[in-house]
């Protein structure tokens, strides 16, 4: 059992608990390890005394709970031993239920100071100020601390008022007192109206004081004085319900106070002061204004919905032509016009909703199955070929001052027809945009002008136009899904109706770009991606075609960043060369790491048109790259690169180096066949790929290493330059004299010239004959004749 020690007043908390001086005097008399320490002022009802510290440090702490006023309740746990610091614990406060200081309901004397605070006067407050309370004062105390809480309530009131003017007793409270540490002052109140510097109201006056001190946080409300109303002019047409007439100003100086309205700071009550001729306008209170006045002018064929007629302008300005906005505009909304005004004013009201109910709508029939779906329109127009003649022709048919000119192209389910120009733009063509294109197919016209001016344009765009910002949506253009290799075909064999249609041949498209209607010109083919897998075809691109869609005079490439292609398969072709396995392996690293579309390998297909049919049966895209086992590929290669869907389909052929002889052209390069023309070539010609249409594409594709046997080399250098040989333009020319001449020291390099003089002797002494030449493509022809010329045989 645990020690239980007090001073004074017995707590008859613990039957064995001793008094004790203090706590010195309770650690010599202690005969446990630890001690308790309470009072007879807190409520110990519901704490466990049953607290055992932890072992450590803590066993060597006094420990003390809070109190709810501070974070020592004078009840301690304390070593016999003796302590250095205190544990100031949070997890039970000790509630102090009795007062040792006062005994007062209206204010809370179990509060006790902080025991480590130096000895202080603790100064209370009351509801009004700072001081005013009871005061706790320690032993020696000569400094004051001020305590927020808790507050005295303050019922008393003071003999120190003087009442000004007639007030509303019950409105205030007189139990205000200053703070005590404030110089002595004569304390000036104001009312509902006015501040205290303006009007006093009410004074408390501290005895001794000279000195005033306005006070505006705490206000007086003046009395009803029903006398008052003599003095007020009420205008007609106001709803004054809620009006107080009981304000009244200050008695000096005399002034005609004029109220206003709630639109403007006159037009209100006026209260007339005796012999005043100045007038000042008082913010609040205010009437409202409820009838309309006859300076209004509505135009004609608007519909006014939610404005407010009210209105009226300041009484100090002078006369104004006071125009008004609508929903869209400043302009074209009803008028306010004063007598002898000239000068216009531009006014704003929030709310505003107008709409003019002669505006005709035409729509354009772009053929595209959407005729109709414009809301009330009255007249259908079917278009031709351009903006600009069917413009001139609705204008010729329209009796109306205004019209919408519509397109069946566009979606108007949230259009606001409603709409109209800013009074300084109404001789303009409005043009609105289809989403996000500002040469829209929506326009709002002025007939009259139009009429008179459009003869002096030849085009559509130098006319006087506003391009608005507010976007009319397009509808959706047809999608026409194809499986030719290009776009040339499907062009030629698919229908459609409407202006545009959307080709493709698969991949994706991040968004739809918006093509014009306004004329040929503007009628551009958009290819959305680099190899136009997906293109947008205007509907008279098809008459111009003939073998390519550059038969069209009109493409647009720049929205080629917003679609993707699918990549083309790669297909690596060998037969026994010895740096096959070598070249294949870089070549698919250089792949893998582009994430570049699907290797495949071809190998020990006998016979040249053989083999690339081989290679074209394994692809599944309609062109692949097709790799030669000589070829060690350019690292950076693009293979990503696409080809040309707008042209006819055909071969395109890339460079690469030739170690021997530096030449850097399309032989033994890579090549991006088509896999139809591979399928479909006979094979009957001296060279298989430029059987076929064909394109140089000038991209090095890496580099030709022939020369790694005196058999490779030979036979490398001989069927090239036959097929040179055939040729008698300069570069073949060029070309051939270099594979004669130039050996870059490589090994086996001599057998590449070897190879290069023995294919122009056999090509003489044939005399060109194509069906001798094409023997060079059997292998044992070829190993018979280096055999004959040079002893040579293949590996």
């Known amino acids: 059992m645990t020690d239980v020690f007090y001073s004074g007043i017995k707590p008859n908390v613990f039957p064995h608990e001793r008094e004790a001086d203090n706590v010195d005097h309770a650690r010599e008399l202690c005969v446990t390890p630890h001690f308790w320490w309470i009072n007879h002022l807190s409520d110990y009802s519901k704490f466990n005394f049953n607290f055992n510290p932890q072992r450590g440090s803590q066993a060597l702490q ?92 303050k019922t008393s009131v003071d003999d120190c008022w003087v009442i000004l003017e007639n007030v509303d007793h019950e409105s205030f409270d007189w139990t205000w007192h200053p703070d005590d540490t404030d110089p002595p002052f004569i304390y000036v109140f104001g009312n509902q109206w006015f501040p205290a510097e303006v009007m006093p109201t009410v004074e408390y006056h501290v005895p001794g004081a000279t000195d005033r001190k306005y006070i505006n946080d705490c206000i007086v ?19 004054v319900d809620n009006f107080d007439f009981n304000w009244r100003p200050p008695k000096h100086p005399p002034f005609i106070y004029q109220f206003g309205t709630q639109h403007q700071k006159t037009g209100g009550p006026s209260y007339v002061v005796s012999g005043a001729t100045e007038i000042k306008y008082i913010e609040l209170p205010n009437a409202i204004k409820t009838n309309r006045d006859s300076y209004w002018i509505v135009p004609k064929d608007l519909v006014v919905e939610s ?105 108007y389910t949230n259009f606001d027809f409603a709409w109209h120009p800013v009074e300084w733009q109404e001789t303009m063509l409005h043009v609105f ?82 093509v014009p209607l306004w004329k040929l010109q503007t009628k551009t ?141 399309g032989h033994q390069a890579m090549i991006a066949y088509n896999r139809e023309l591979v399928l479909n070539n006979p094979g009957e010609g001296l060279d298989f790929t430029l059987d076929s249409a064909h394109e140089v594409v000038p991209m090095m594709s890496g580099t030709a290493e022939y020369a790694d046997t005196p058999w490779s080399a030979w036979r490398t250098a001989f069927r090239e330059c036959i097929k ?9 020319k060029y070309r051939l004299e270099q594979w004669l001449t130039v050996n870059t020291g490589v090994p086996f390099g001599e057998y590449s010239i070897y190879g290069a003089e023995d294919a122009v002797e056999y090509y003489d002494a044939v005399k060109g004959d194509i069906a001798e030449l094409k023997k060079s493509y059997e292998w044992d022809w070829l190993a018979s004749y280096a055999l004959l010329k040079r002893n040579l045989s293949p590996n």
Request: aromatic share 14%; charged share 25%; proline share 6%.
């Open 62 to 153: 006094r420990h003390t709970w809070p109190s709810q006023h501070q974070k020592d309740s004078g009840t301690y746990f304390i070593p016999k031993q003796g302590y250095k610091d205190t544990n100031y614990r949070i997890d039970y406060i000790i509630p102090r239920i009795k007062a040792e200081w006062g005994d007062d309901r209206d204010f809370d004397f179990t509060w006790h100071p902080d025991p480590t605070d130096p000895p202080l006067i603790y100064q209370f407050g009351t509801q009004h100020q700072k001081t005013g309370g009871p005061r706790y004062i320690v032993d020696g105390a000569t400094d004051v601390k001020y305590v927020d809480l808790p507050k005295e309530q």
């Open 221 to 239: 409300k003046l009395a009803d004085d029903s006398t008052n109303i003599k003095n007020w002019t009420i205008p007609e047409g106001l709803n």
């Open 307 to 411: 404005f407010d007629f009210t209105w009226h302008p300041d009484d100090t300005e002078p006369p104004f032509i006071y125009q008004f906005n609508t929903q869209h505009q400043a302009t074209g909304g009803p008028r306010y016009v004063m007598p002898n005004a000239t000068e216009i004013k531009y006014v704003t009201q929030d709310n505003v909703k107008v709409q003019y109910t002669n505006v005709t709508i035409c729509e354009i029939d772009h053929i595209d199955g959407n005729e109709g779906k414009v809301p009330n329109a009255t007249k259908i127009v079917r278009y031709f070929d351009n903006y600009l003649s069917i413009l001139k022709r609705i204008a010729k048919n329209i009796d109306t001052k205004f019209v919408w000119i519509c397109s069946s192209v566009c979606d």
């Open 433 to 514: 945009p289809s989403d996000d294109e500002k040469f829209g197919d929506t326009f709002y016209m002025n007939v009259e002008h139009f009429l008179e001016t459009i003869e002096d344009f030849t085009s559509l765009e130098d006319y006087d136009l506003n391009f608005t910002d507010i976007p009319v949506a397009r509808r959706p253009m047809p999608v026409i899904t194809h499986k030719y290799d290009t776009q040339v075909e499907a062009i030629q064999t698919n229908d459609w109706q409407g202006p545009l249609a959307l080709f493709t041949v698969g991949g994706t498209v991040d968004e739809m770009p918006v």
């Open 525 to 665: 083919v958009v290819p959305l991606s680099k190899g136009a897998s997906q293109i947008i075809v205007p509907a008279t691109v098809k008459s111009y075609i003939k073998k390519q869609v550059y038969d069209y005079p009109f493409i647009d490439r720049t929205q080629a960043h917003l679609g993707y292609d699918k990549p083309l398969d790669v297909v690596f072709i060998d037969n026994g060369e010895t740096n096959a396995e070598f070249n294949y392996l870089h070549l698919k690293k250089c792949t893998e790491q582009a994430n570049n579309g699907k290797l495949h390998r071809s190998t020990g297909v006998n016979g040249r048109a053989a083999a690339y049919k081989a290679a074209a049966e394994l692809s599944t895209t309609p062109w692949f790259f097709a790799v030669f086992a000589k070829l060690h590929v350019n690292k950076d290669f693009d293979w990503s690169w696409q080809p040309d869907r707008l042209q006819e389909p055909k071969h395109y052929i890339f460079h690469a180096y030739n170690t021997v002889n530096k030449l850097v052209y």
């Open 724 to 732: 040179l040989k055939c040729n008698e333009d300069s570069e073949s």
